[in-house]
């Protein structure tokens, strides 16, 4: 606020996306599209702040809400009628099919039973060299095998 009125921010997008080849124009992948999305999603929270004193504004805000604008603005990449606003063939014009759409969606979650439980065996490894009884001197790489072993991880 500057003499009772509301001064809105300056905001900018800085991305580092592919440059154009040849003949072939910069086109976006997957990736930056949805990187683009949760920048935006930043710029729009540092935008739509209405607040008192710009130092609680925008990202300046608690480590646990920072970045849900910008998650929430993700996921709107990923919806087919945003996508086909934009997402078309540079040469015919073709808008993204739907098949192309929901194979995009369904990878999002390949390989991620594994993931899970690489997570969850670190955080149990973790655990275990945290709770320790006493401390000792010991080789990390038995002591994981050993840790799981034990929970028949490996």
């Not at 997957?30 to 702040?49: I, Q």
Request: hydrophobic share 35%; proline share 5%; glycine share 6%.
């Amino acid at each position: 606020m500057k003499d009772g009125k509301r001064v809105p921010p300056v905001i900018s997008i800085v991305c580092n996306f592919t440059k154009p080849t040849g003949d072939t124009p910069a086109l976006l992948t997957f990736d930056e599209v949805s990187t683009y999305f949760h920048e935006f999603g930043h710029a729009l929270h540092g935008l739509l702040s209405n607040v008192n004193y710009s130092s609680l504004a925008g990202t300046n805000v608690p480590t646990d809400f920072v970045e849900l604008p910008s998650q929430i603005m993700e996921n709107w990449a990923l919806e087919p009628e945003v996508l086909k606003s934009f997402a078309k063939h540079y040469k015919t014009g073709e808008v993204i099919p739907d098949a192309l759409i929901q194979k995009m969606k369904s990878s999002g979650t390949y390989g991620q039973g594994f993931a899970t439980t690489e997570y969850l065996a670190a955080s149990m490894l973790d655990m275990d060299f945290h709770t320790q009884k006493q401390v000792m001197e010991m080789n990390a790489t038995d002591f994981e095998k050993k840790s799981m072993d034990s929970k028949g991880m490996i």
